[in-house]
């Protein structure tokens, strides 16, 4: 069960950059935590006694970043117009390509070869590390800052997925604050993306080394 | 000296072709009799090599003659195993077509000197016989050289033109360089050991390191890749081949490059032996790289026979992956597996050899009847030439892989050693590699089928783009003649692959230890049955049902009578490939409008597009400077005085007493 | 050998009376999602029966190969769909899957060659178009089956039956379905109902063709749909092999129906999409199949 969650989690952080709608893109990155906060009440409700600690942290997922963040997100999209198309730095045929071979330089390569040692279920983990590269490569393709936002959101989520893998969640006080800096981070950089169209009139980063004067 | 009578034939056939190299010297440059003592004498000889070589593939034990020591400790020997027998009845059958062929198509080479031809000719075949029949690394470096020497003289039979010239020039450099490799493999292999035979070379290889091994491959897999055309080795194919007549260039594509296949399989899998998964997975690689690189290169071409040297390349590359995955089996010491892969493999270079030829030799045909090879210049020609059509039809269905014909039948047992591959599960790495190999090779097929339905649609469909194809005439019945048994052995291994099938895999059963496959079952005859009948049936219900009116009109040109000039051209057919590989290919597009009097009306277009080679741009265009800058730095030394020569020899002589002691 | 030859002749005759209903419950859908009556579910009959009739015009640039050319696509199609057993189990022994995905490249090459033959402009585009997005979605379909076989140890029609009911079957399940969207030239990739010469492709081939020939060819592209679909559903929803013939029938035919509904959602909910953004489709597809092999490998 928990291979399937996880499997849709690979899925939906691969046709990420199979888009160039942004709204789609949001769309995603909203399953893909649904994914996650599905893992974690899983893990919390399939064992004898109910785990509370993952129940909490899916609860979290939930709000953060299934209900929260994706608002933020499209309340943004509405109010700098970005109904349209991102521009690519990477063609979209060779960036779902290369987003193949991450997939398969985590699952086969990462895990089983440089990380051998941590006594981990490989597909959890596989698939948190290929979370974390598409992320990374995510905002790598794209051009325009929202997409930079959504990129380190899908990374975040990444790593919180290694986490569940590896120790089976954080202390609780840490993972609130992650959750909190998140959250914050989120905001703040909506606010400066919300900035930057008002400075540029657009909010391809290409433009932003109009900034170095 | 002759022990068998296996023996005397062999001595006979020898001595036939040689006949063939020397009798049109006897008579007058050009006369009637140059041309049948040519080429007759080379066809006879094919038919005793064809029974010769299916004696060899059939018997249990090899069979052979000697010939004495012709170099301290070289025994010039001819045996024939099963190996030898397969590559040497694949290679009579095709010059034995090919020499009837020649009979007519040199006529349009009147003017030059029919004699050399002949000589260089049968002397390149018999080179060939003996590369793939001799039992001792020497003497097939010999023939090899002779081979490579005979086929230069060929490629630049027209050398009054300055392409023709170059692309020779490049042939046997490339070649060469491709000898030094090969050479270097032998002297690895039989490194302080001694002797030269192949048995010889056997047992020594038993005690190299994993690490010489290693070099011996992948000086071989150089070396032979040169011949074969590997990308990124096959700079000389799309040169030489069309350089060369047409008839030569059916030899050397169709069989030519496969004795490079030969050496390859003699050195690595007979001598060398079982190797580290990487040597599969290498040469698997080769093959998808060349298979699909070398058909996007075959699908831009507008000349007729370049194309079908770039097809050459892709159809060496699907060989090479069957020859990979049997490498990959066999170091995974699966042997049944390898043996099915391997013949696969065999089978396809068979096919490649029969189909390639075929259409080289249609390709000549064409030229006999319009004096180009360039696809815009022709059309049309299906109503001018129907039986030539047919077969070239033929022959492209069978390299397109149509299900009837033997393309399909070989690629099919490649298709099922992949699935084996990837369903054995012995890695998960080597369970995706299948799937993607499969991959490349479903895409290669496509890529084919596009490309031969340009080269059939543009050539022989529609209307005759001018005056040469308008005006051509079917050929003469003995080429046409040379051409049906090849369509008929397309269709008739298409619909029995498995006697092919079978056979090969005692081919292999020699080379690999412990394959006993009984046999493999294919369902083709079945399914030729049921689709030629479903063909038959319909055609029959569409005559009873009575046929509705026919009317004949010409094609609807929106008002305006059509004409060539308004039918899709082989440039434009291939449009939308190239900006799908734009990234590959990096088409340079010009286009310039000139109007006469108004913008509208009377203008001319000028178009013009042309295509890269990323290759030749990125590697051998660096590599040559490279060369030149470093000859130059060199240059120093060559004084031109006599003194300093001398010097220099003997300065390498004291030098060499000091060393060696 | 006659029990084989009944069940083929039952195979055939299946599809050649199904194939037009399944296209006229496509197009009647079709025409429901878009708020219009459209036509007859019987229409296609109509039509075949019509065209079958009609006087043929011919180009006097062409040759044998237009006449055969429709009768070849229809006969690859009609044994293509023959391998895939309907309600027997039984290995008839005529091909597999490798067999069917050529024999449908086969007719593609012939009609490619007859679009060539009219010299017509149209022709040549369509059909060097036609090639271009045979090599785009070949691939495709060639990784998504061939991961079903890899799992199943066979390229076997009946042996890879109901090879995808798994997690990683469902992403290959969404990838063969855009191939099959592409395969029977629907909506993103070509437009089955336009005739407006930039943008077809399919119908670009057929242009020059009329009369009995255009029949057949519009039969045999009916029955190509209705065989990818029967394809999927063996791979993907099959039914239990031990069913009697009748119940078999109508639950393939239902289950058909409603890919067909499918069909029609997807086409009504989607544009066309420009010709060179394809690649991007078709690796969407090839993400999906890969991914699912990358899945049952690699876990």
Same mark, same amino acid.
């Given at each position: 069960m928990v291979d399937l969650f996880a499997l849709i989690f690979l899925v939906a952080s691969l046709f990420m950059l199979a888009g160039r709608s942004i709204t789609n893109t949001i769309t995603l990155l909203t399953v893909q935590a649904l994914a996650l906060c599905l893992i974690a009440f899983y893990l919390g409700l399939s064992t004898q006694e109910t785990n509370w600690h993952m129940v909490i942290v899916g609860g979290l997922t939930l709000v953060v970043k299934v209900i929260i963040l994706p608002w933020v997100f499209y309340k943004l999209v509405y109010k700098v117009n970005l109904h349209r198309e991102v521009s690519l730095s990477v063609g979209l045929v060779s960036s779902i390509l290369i987003g193949l071979l991450l997939i398969g330089l985590a699952y086969g390569y990462i895990v089983p070869v440089l990380l051998k040692d941590i006594p981990v279920g490989g597909h959890l983990i596989s698939a948190a590390l290929a979370g974390i590269l598409l992320g990374c490569f995510f905002m790598i393709s794209r051009r325009s800052a929202l997409s930079q936002l959504i990129g380190v959101v899908a990374m975040e989520n990444g790593l919180f997925l290694c986490g569940v893998a590896v120790t089976g969640g954080m202390p609780l006080i840490i993972e609130l604050g992650i959750f909190f800096d998140? =959250? *914050?981070?989120? =905001? *703040?950089m909506a606010l400066m993306t919300y900035q930057i169209n008002d400075t540029f009139e657009t909010i391809d980063t290409k433009f932003l080394n109009k900034l170095k004067g | 000296m002759f022990a068998s009578i296996q023996g005397n034939i062999i001595f006979i056939m020898i001595a036939i072709y040689l006949i063939g190299a020397v009798m049109p010297f006897l008579f007058k440059v050009n006369s009637k009799m140059s041309f049948i003592t040519g080429c007759i004498p080379g066809s006879i000889a094919g038919v005793i090599g064809l029974v010769l070589g299916l004696a060899g593939l059939f018997s249990t034990d090899p069979f052979g003659v000697s010939f004495g020591h012709v170099l301290p400790g070289v025994e010039l020997m001819i045996q024939i195993d099963r190996l030898s027998g397969f590559f040497l009845s694949t290679i009579c059958l095709v010059t034995f077509l090919v020499s009837l062929y020649s009979w007519e198509y040199m006529k349009i080479y009147r003017q030059e000197n029919i004699a050399w031809w002949s000589f260089y000719y049968n002397i390149f075949v018999l080179s060939m016989v003996f590369v793939v029949t001799v039992n001792n690394a020497i003497a097939f470096l010999i023939f090899w050289e002779l081979m490579t020497l005979t086929s230069y003289l060929l490629v630049t039979f027209e050398y009054r033109s300055q392409n023709v010239r170059k692309a020779g020039f490049v042939y046997i450099v490339m070649t060469h360089l491709g000898t030094v490799f090969i050479i270097g493999a032998f002297l690895i292999m039989s490194n302080g050991f001694g002797g030269w035979g192949y048995e010889v070379l056997a047992r020594n290889s038993i005690s190299l390191t994993a690490t010489e091994k290693s070099w011996v491959f992948l000086l071989a897999l150089i070396g032979f890749g040169t011949k074969a055309g590997i990308v990124p080795l096959n700079v000389w194919l799309p040169l030489a081949h069309p350089a060369a007549p047409s008839n030569v260039s059916a030899v050397m594509s169709g069989v030519m490059i496969k004795t490079a296949i030969y050496g390859m399989i003699r050195l690595i899998i007979d001598i060398l032996g079982p190797g580290p998964t990487w040597w599969g997975g290498l040469v698997l690689t080769l093959g998808i790289i060349s298979a699909v690189i070398g058909v996007i290169y075959a699908l831009m071409e507008q000349d007729?026979?370049? %194309?079908?040297? #770039?097809?050459?390349?892709?159809? $060496?590359?699907?060989?090479?992956?069957?020859?990979? +995955?049997?490498?990959?089996?066999?170091?995974?010491?699966?042997?049944?597996?390898?043996?099915?892969?391997?013949?696969?493999?065999?089978?396809?270079?068979?096919?490649?050899? !029969?189909?390639?030829?075929?259409?080289?030799?249609?390709?000549?045909?064409?030229?006999?009847? +319009?004096?180009?090879?360039?696809?815009?210049?022709?059309?049309?020609?299906?109503?001018?030439?129907?039986? +030539?059509?047919?077969?070239?039809?033929?022959?492209? $269905?069978? !390299?397109?892989?149509?299900? %009837?014909?033997?393309?399909?039948?070989?690629?099919?047992? $490649?298709?099922?050693? %992949?699935?084996? !591959?990837?369903?054995?599960?012995v890695s998960g790495f080597w369970s995706i590699a299948g799937i993607l190999a499969a991959v490349a090779l479903a895409l290669t097929g496509t890529l084919v089928a596009a490309c031969f339905v340009k080269a059939f649609g543009i050539s022989f469909l529609a209307l005759p783009r001018t005056q040469k194809s308008a005006a051509a005439r079917e050929v003469p019945l003995s080429m046409r003649f040379s051409m049906a048994p090849l369509a008929a052995l397309c269709l008739g291994l298409g619909i029995f692959p498995?006697?092919?099938?079978?056979?090969?895999?005692?081919?292999?059963?020699? %080379?690999?230890?412990?394959?006993?496959?009984?046999?493999?079952? +294919?369902?083709?005859?079945?399914?030729?049955l049921l689709l030629l009948a479903t063909i038959l049936v319909l055609l029959a219900l569409s005559r009873l049902l009575g046929t509705p009116r026919v009317r004949k009109t010409a094609t609807w040109g929106c008002g305006i009578e059509t004409d060539a000039a308004m039918e899709y051209s082989a440039a434009s057919f291939s449009q939308p490939?190239?900006?799908?590989?734009?990234?590959?290919?990096?088409?340079?597009?010009?286009?310039?409008?000139?109007?006469?009097?108004?913008?509208?009306?009377?203008?001319? !277009?000028? #178009?013009e597009e042309h295509v890269k080679s990323v290759l030749k741009e990125f590697l051998y265009r660096p590599l040559r400077s490279l060369t030149i800058s470093m000859s130059k730095k060199w240059r120093c030394i060559q004084s031109g005085n006599i003194n300093f020569y001398l010097g220099y020899v003997f300065i390498t002589l004291i030098v060499l007493l000091v060393w060696v002691r | 050998m006659t029990g084989k030859l009944l069940i083929i002749l039952g195979q055939f005759s299946f599809l050649l009376l199904v194939a037009p209903l399944i296209n006229g419950i496509i197009k009647k859908s079709k025409a429901l999602l878009q708020c219009r009556r459209g036509p007859s579910l019987l229409q296609p009959y109509f039509d075949i029966i019509k065209f079958l009739r009609r006087e043929s015009v011919v180009s006097v640039h062409t040759s044998w190969l237009t006449q055969l050319t429709p009768i070849i696509c229809l006969a690859s199609y009609l044994v293509a769909g023959s391998m895939i057993p309907l309600w027997q189990h039984e290995n008839l022994g005529i091909g597999d899957m490798i067999a069917l995905t050529y024999l449908f490249a086969m007719a593609r090459f012939f009609l490619a060659l007859a679009a060539l033959e009219p010299a017509s402009a149209f022709g040549g585009m369509g059909s060097s178009r036609e090639m271009m997005i045979s090599s785009l979605v070949e691939?495709?379909?060639?990784?998504?089956l061939f991961s079903l076989a890899a799992t199943a140890g066979t390229t076997d029609i009946n042996g890879i039956m109901g090879a995808g009911q798994n997690p990683a079957g469902l992403l290959t399940?969404?990838?063969?379905?855009?191939?099959?969207?592409?395969?029977?030239?629907?909506?993103?990739?070509?437009?089955?109902?336009?005739?407006?010469?930039?943008?077809?492709?399919?119908?670009?081939?057929?242009?020059?063709?009329?009369?009995?020939?255009?029949?057949?060819?519009?039969?045999?592209?009916?029955?190509?749909?209705?065989?990818?679909?029967?394809?999927?559903?063996?791979?993907?929803?099959?039914?239990?092999?031990?069913?009697?013939?009748?119940?078999?029938?109508?639950?393939?035919?239902?289950?058909?129906?409603?890919?067909?509904?499918?069909?029609?959602?997807?086409?009504?909910?989607?544009?066309?999409?420009?010709?060179?953004?394809?690649?991007?489709?078709?690796?969407?597809?090839?993400?999906?199949?890969?991914?699912?092999?990358?899945?049952?490998?690699?876990?």
């Amino acid at each position: 069960m928990v291979d399937l969650f996880a499997l849709i989690f690979l899925v939906a952080s691969l046709f990420m950059l199979a888009g160039r709608s942004i709204t789609n893109t949001i769309t995603l990155l909203t399953v893909q935590a649904l994914a996650l906060c599905l893992i974690a009440f899983y893990l919390g409700l399939s064992t004898q006694e109910t785990n509370w600690h993952m129940v909490i942290v899916g609860g979290l997922t939930l709000v953060v970043k299934v209900i929260i963040l994706p608002w933020v997100f499209y309340k943004l999209v509405y109010k700098v117009n970005l109904h349209r198309e991102v521009s690519l730095s990477v063609g979209l045929v060779s960036s779902i390509l290369i987003g193949l071979l991450l997939i398969g330089l985590a699952y086969g390569y990462i895990v089983p070869v440089l990380l051998k040692d941590i006594p981990v279920g490989g597909h959890l983990i596989s698939a948190a590390l290929a979370g974390i590269l598409l992320g990374c490569f995510f905002m790598i393709s794209r051009r325009s800052a929202l997409s930079q936002l959504i990129g380190v959101v899908a990374m975040e989520n990444g790593l919180f997925l290694c986490g569940v893998a590896v120790t089976g969640g954080m202390p609780l006080i840490i993972e609130l604050g992650i959750f909190f800096d998140i =959250l *914050v981070g989120a =905001l *703040v950089m909506a606010l400066m993306t919300y900035q930057i169209n008002d400075t540029f009139e657009t909010i391809d980063t290409k433009f932003l080394n109009k900034l170095k004067g | 000296m002759f022990a068998s009578i296996q023996g005397n034939i062999i001595f006979i056939m020898i001595a036939i072709y040689l006949i063939g190299a020397v009798m049109p010297f006897l008579f007058k440059v050009n006369s009637k009799m140059s041309f049948i003592t040519g080429c007759i004498p080379g066809s006879i000889a094919g038919v005793i090599g064809l029974v010769l070589g299916l004696a060899g593939l059939f018997s249990t034990d090899p069979f052979g003659v000697s010939f004495g020591h012709v170099l301290p400790g070289v025994e010039l020997m001819i045996q024939i195993d099963r190996l030898s027998g397969f590559f040497l009845s694949t290679i009579c059958l095709v010059t034995f077509l090919v020499s009837l062929y020649s009979w007519e198509y040199m006529k349009i080479y009147r003017q030059e000197n029919i004699a050399w031809w002949s000589f260089y000719y049968n002397i390149f075949v018999l080179s060939m016989v003996f590369v793939v029949t001799v039992n001792n690394a020497i003497a097939f470096l010999i023939f090899w050289e002779l081979m490579t020497l005979t086929s230069y003289l060929l490629v630049t039979f027209e050398y009054r033109s300055q392409n023709v010239r170059k692309a020779g020039f490049v042939y046997i450099v490339m070649t060469h360089l491709g000898t030094v490799f090969i050479i270097g493999a032998f002297l690895i292999m039989s490194n302080g050991f001694g002797g030269w035979g192949y048995e010889v070379l056997a047992r020594n290889s038993i005690s190299l390191t994993a690490t010489e091994k290693s070099w011996v491959f992948l000086l071989a897999l150089i070396g032979f890749g040169t011949k074969a055309g590997i990308v990124p080795l096959n700079v000389w194919l799309p040169l030489a081949h069309p350089a060369a007549p047409s008839n030569v260039s059916a030899v050397m594509s169709g069989v030519m490059i496969k004795t490079a296949i030969y050496g390859m399989i003699r050195l690595i899998i007979d001598i060398l032996g079982p190797g580290p998964t990487w040597w599969g997975g290498l040469v698997l690689t080769l093959g998808i790289i060349s298979a699909v690189i070398g058909v996007i290169y075959a699908l831009m071409e507008q000349d007729l026979k370049r %194309l079908l040297a #770039f097809s050459s390349v892709e159809n $060496i590359g699907i060989i090479l992956m069957g020859i990979g +995955t049997s490498l990959v089996f066999y170091s995974l010491s699966m042997p049944v597996p390898a043996a099915i892969a391997l013949a696969a493999g065999l089978f396809h270079l068979f096919n490649h050899a !029969i189909f390639k030829s075929l259409l080289f030799l249609a390709t000549g045909a064409i030229y006999y009847a +319009t004096h180009t090879r360039n696809m815009e210049e022709l059309g049309g020609l299906i109503k001018k030439m129907p039986q +030539t059509a047919l077969l070239f039809l033929i022959g492209a $269905i069978s !390299i397109s892989a149509m299900p %009837l014909f033997n393309g399909f039948a070989s690629e099919y047992q $490649i298709y099922q050693s %992949l699935v084996t !591959i990837s369903s054995l599960r012995v890695s998960g790495f080597w369970s995706i590699a299948g799937i993607l190999a499969a991959v490349a090779l479903a895409l290669t097929g496509t890529l084919v089928a596009a490309c031969f339905v340009k080269a059939f649609g543009i050539s022989f469909l529609a209307l005759p783009r001018t005056q040469k194809s308008a005006a051509a005439r079917e050929v003469p019945l003995s080429m046409r003649f040379s051409m049906a048994p090849l369509a008929a052995l397309c269709l008739g291994l298409g619909i029995f692959p498995q006697v092919a099938m079978n056979s090969l895999l005692g081919v292999v059963g020699q %080379l690999v230890p412990g394959s006993r496959v009984s046999g493999v079952t +294919t369902y083709n005859f079945n399914l030729a049955l049921l689709l030629l009948a479903t063909i038959l049936v319909l055609l029959a219900l569409s005559r009873l049902l009575g046929t509705p009116r026919v009317r004949k009109t010409a094609t609807w040109g929106c008002g305006i009578e059509t004409d060539a000039a308004m039918e899709y051209s082989a440039a434009s057919f291939s449009q939308p490939f190239r900006r799908l590989y734009r990234g590959l290919l990096q088409p340079q597009r010009k286009v310039e409008t000139k109007s006469s009097l108004l913008p509208y009306f009377g203008y001319q !277009i000028y #178009f013009e597009e042309h295509v890269k080679s990323v290759l030749k741009e990125f590697l051998y265009r660096p590599l040559r400077s490279l060369t030149i800058s470093m000859s130059k730095k060199w240059r120093c030394i060559q004084s031109g005085n006599i003194n300093f020569y001398l010097g220099y020899v003997f300065i390498t002589l004291i030098v060499l007493l000091v060393w060696v002691r | 050998m006659t029990g084989k030859l009944l069940i083929i002749l039952g195979q055939f005759s299946f599809l050649l009376l199904v194939a037009p209903l399944i296209n006229g419950i496509i197009k009647k859908s079709k025409a429901l999602l878009q708020c219009r009556r459209g036509p007859s579910l019987l229409q296609p009959y109509f039509d075949i029966i019509k065209f079958l009739r009609r006087e043929s015009v011919v180009s006097v640039h062409t040759s044998w190969l237009t006449q055969l050319t429709p009768i070849i696509c229809l006969a690859s199609y009609l044994v293509a769909g023959s391998m895939i057993p309907l309600w027997q189990h039984e290995n008839l022994g005529i091909g597999d899957m490798i067999a069917l995905t050529y024999l449908f490249a086969m007719a593609r090459f012939f009609l490619a060659l007859a679009a060539l033959e009219p010299a017509s402009a149209f022709g040549g585009m369509g059909s060097s178009r036609e090639m271009m997005i045979s090599s785009l979605v070949e691939p495709v379909m060639v990784v998504g089956l061939f991961s079903l076989a890899a799992t199943a140890g066979t390229t076997d029609i009946n042996g890879i039956m109901g090879a995808g009911q798994n997690p990683a079957g469902l992403l290959t399940f969404i990838g063969l379905l855009i191939v099959v969207l592409a395969e029977t030239g629907r909506i993103p990739v070509d437009n089955p109902d336009t005739h407006l010469e930039l943008t077809m492709v399919h119908e670009g081939m057929l242009l020059e063709y009329a009369g009995r020939q255009v029949g057949l060819l519009h039969l045999a592209a009916m029955i190509k749909q209705v065989v990818l679909l029967i394809l999927l559903i063996h791979l993907f929803w099959p039914q239990n092999p031990n069913a009697p013939v009748y119940v078999a029938l109508v639950l393939i035919f239902a289950k058909v129906s409603f890919l067909g509904l499918v069909l029609a959602m997807i086409e009504s909910a989607l544009a066309k999409m420009r010709l060179f953004k394809l690649p991007e489709l078709m690796a969407g597809g090839m993400a999906f199949c890969l991914l699912a092999v990358l899945s049952t490998y690699l876990i």
